[in-house]
């Protein structure tokens, strides 16, 4: 299995900016692709950002060009840079991994972290 772990997420003003990381452990060579999802309150939870075992990456409209989503290999750590947030980011994020295992393709969840972004 894979385990996620988030952290980096708080409390900033609109404009500002946060970096969320995911650390992975487990069968991590399984992994394929690694996401962040956020969800709001009363809201479904929806994709921000994902990216490949091959670097591909893909954003939500809300999140082009303010956030990014990057890999360290050596680290086994996925991060989210959230520049210029606004107060509709304000949502748990929750960091994704896709893998496969026993020819099955699964999915791990980190716990989440909360980010509020004040007006």
């Known amino acids: 299995q894979v385990q996620l772990v988030e952290s980096g997420g708080g409390l900033v003003q609109a404009g500002g900016s946060l970096r969320l990381s995911c650390a992975t452990s487990g069968i991590i060579f399984s992994i394929n692709a690694m996401a962040w999802y956020r969800q709001a309150p009363g809201k479904q939870r929806e994709l921000v950002a994902s990216?490949?075992?091959?670097?591909?990456?893909a954003y939500a409209d809300s999140a082009k060009g303010r956030f990014t989503i990057s890999r360290d290999n050596a680290k086994n750590t996925v991060y989210l840079q959230m520049n210029s947030l606004k107060p509709e980011d304000t949502a748990v994020y929750f960091c994704n991994a896709g893998y496969t295992l026993g020819g099955l393709k699964r999915a791990s969840w980190g716990q989440g972290t909360q980010v509020t972004v004040s007006s």
């Open positions: 990216i490949t075992s091959g670097r591909n990456t």
